[in-house]
């Protein structure tokens, strides 16, 4: 059975992203940041035997570190990780006229760009003996420069574009090493980025997830190229 670890699973698109794993027959790990929010119990009443819960704050190296070593203990390998974990919030919107909110960047670099590093360096012993070595980002059209057209939203953009970059020097460093690479928008998803659903947005997660899990697992043609690749199939400029 094929095994994943995903991030920031509680709700929003990492919880679509788990459901359908595990529909598909995947044993998931599942991250786990909020305590008070049980999408993730109801999934794993469904699921006993193949959903295990550990929860994990990807802003915390000592945190990362446990929820691997809960992992270990269950699985000597891992076949993919989904770093989903990310953060956004309204202030973002600020003009450089409208006072910025510098704590905010530091904040949103830390989960969005350094999360998925810090993950990734913590799982690679159980990746590495995984066959998949599977490696996926949900990252955003955000993080594009080549198509920004925003004036403001510093802390998103800017923790996005450096996320495709730490991707960019992990890809250099281990596609030579037999690891594949997964760079994903994911279209504008019902999510509770901002701590609210946006109801407005485009798509349910459990639709969202059903665009990603196809992506994230398939074989592509050339393994060899990094390509941020959004819901639709379209790749997006750096
Ligand atoms: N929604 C969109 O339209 C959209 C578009 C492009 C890309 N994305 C990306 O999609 C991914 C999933 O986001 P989403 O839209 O599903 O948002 P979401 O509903 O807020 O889900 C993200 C989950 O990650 C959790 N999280 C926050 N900080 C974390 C941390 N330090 N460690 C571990 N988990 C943490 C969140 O908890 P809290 O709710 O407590 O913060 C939440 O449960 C993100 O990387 C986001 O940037 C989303």
């Known amino acids: 059975m094929k095994t994943v670890f995903v991030t920031g699973a509680d709700r929003g698109l990492g919880h679509g992203l788990t ?26 009443e469904r699921f006993p035997d193949t959903l295990t819960i550990v929860p994990v704050d990807v802003a915390s190296a000592e945190s990362v570190a446990s929820a691997r070593d809960a992992i270990a203990a269950a699985t000597p390998r891992l076949e993919m990780l989904i770093n989903n974990a990310g953060v956004s919030t309204w202030t973002n919107s600020r003009t450089i006229r409208e006072n910025p909110d510098y704590d905010e960047m530091h904040r949103l670099y830390d989960v969005n760009a350094l999360g998925p590093v810090r993950t990734v360096e913590a799982f690679l012993p159980l990746l590495d003996r995984g066959s998949m070595k599977r490696l996926c980002f949900v ?8 198509a920004s057209q925003r004036n403001a939203w510093f802390a998103y953009c800017m923790s996005k574009a450096a996320l495709n970059m730490g991707i960019k020097n992990l890809f250099n460093d281990l596609r030579p090493q037999g690891y594949t690479f997964r760079v994903y928008h994911p279209g504008w998803v019902r999510s509770y980025m901002g701590g609210k659903k946006n109801d407005t947005a485009d798509l349910e997660p459990k639709d969202a997830a059903a665009y990603a899990i196809p992506f994230f697992t398939a074989p592509r043609d050339d393994e060899d190229k990094l390509a941020l690749i959004d819901y639709l199939g379209r790749e997006w400029p750096w």
């Open 19 to 44: 459901g359908n794993l595990l529909e598909n027959g995947w044993r998931v790990f599942a991250g786990r940041y909020m305590s008070e929010w049980h999408e993730l119990d109801e999934l794993a």
């Open 139 to 146: 990252s955003s059209e955000a993080g594009s420069i080549g």
